[in-house]
């Protein structure tokens, strides 16, 4: 199929992500999402004249998830009018950007897409950033609480033989945070739980 619109299949992706607010690479099943999948698979195949196969590669998807949303793109146009909005506002926003791509050079085209490309690794970025700055708090929010019990028992007259055990249930209690810090999501039992409290 030849080319009808001369822009990449990131700008559109990129169009797409930011008229709907979303990110159609996402696997959320949400309304949103799954038309703007919908979408890319439709125009990409009818306007970018890129194979099923290589649009369910930039999808990280199977053809048949390709195939099934060129299909409904066609279905919902006919019936929602919801849908047929965004579709011709997206399509809209495309053609756009297409006359763009007509009066730019190779390299300007090229420079272009990646600052688009560098832009969407950005926003990326910066949600990860922002989960680990909130990991980070409830991290050391827990060292804080830990040291308020050292603290405590400083106080006390410990003898010898009852330092050790202690030490183990300080030590377990530390490498409990790291596996909670690293996204371990299974469940983590204290040693004074004992085996009674395991299903």
């Known amino acids: 199929m030849t080319n009808i619109l001369n822009i990449s299949n990131t700008t559109l992706r990129n169009i797409i992500n930011k008229k709907l607010k979303i990110n159609i690479q996402d696997k959320k099943r949400d309304r949103d999402y799954a038309e703007g999948r919908f979408i890319y698979s439709y125009i990409c195949s009818n306007y970018l004249g890129m194979r099923q196969v290589e649009i369910a590669r930039t999808m990280k998807r199977n053809h048949a998830t390709i195939i099934h949303g060129v299909k409904r793109t066609v279905e919902l146009y006919e019936i929602d009018r919801q849908f047929k909005k965004?579709?011709?506002?997206?399509?809209?926003?495309?053609?756009?950007?297409?006359?763009?791509?007509?009066?730019?050079?190779?390299?300007?085209?090229?420079?272009?897409?990646?600052?688009?490309?560098?832009?969407?690794?950005?926003?990326?970025?910066?949600?990860?950033?922002?989960?680990?700055?909130?990991?980070?708090?409830?991290l050391e929010d827990r060292l804080y609480k830990v040291s308020e019990m050292a603290a405590l028992f400083s106080d006390f007259d410990i003898k010898e033989h009852h330092v050790e055990p202690i030490r183990e249930k300080i030590d377990l209690y530390f490498k409990s945070l790291e596996w909670k810090g690293s996204g371990y999501d299974g469940t983590i039992y204290n040693s004074h739980e004992g085996l009674s409290n395991i299903h």
Request: no cysteine; charged share 40%.
């Open 86 to 138: 965004k579709y011709d506002d997206i399509m809209s926003i495309a053609k756009k950007m297409n006359t763009m791509s007509t009066l730019e050079t190779k390299e300007e085209s090229e420079r272009r897409q990646d600052l688009e490309i560098s832009h969407v690794e950005l926003s990326n970025l910066r949600k990860e950033v922002k989960e680990l700055k909130k990991m980070n708090a409830n």
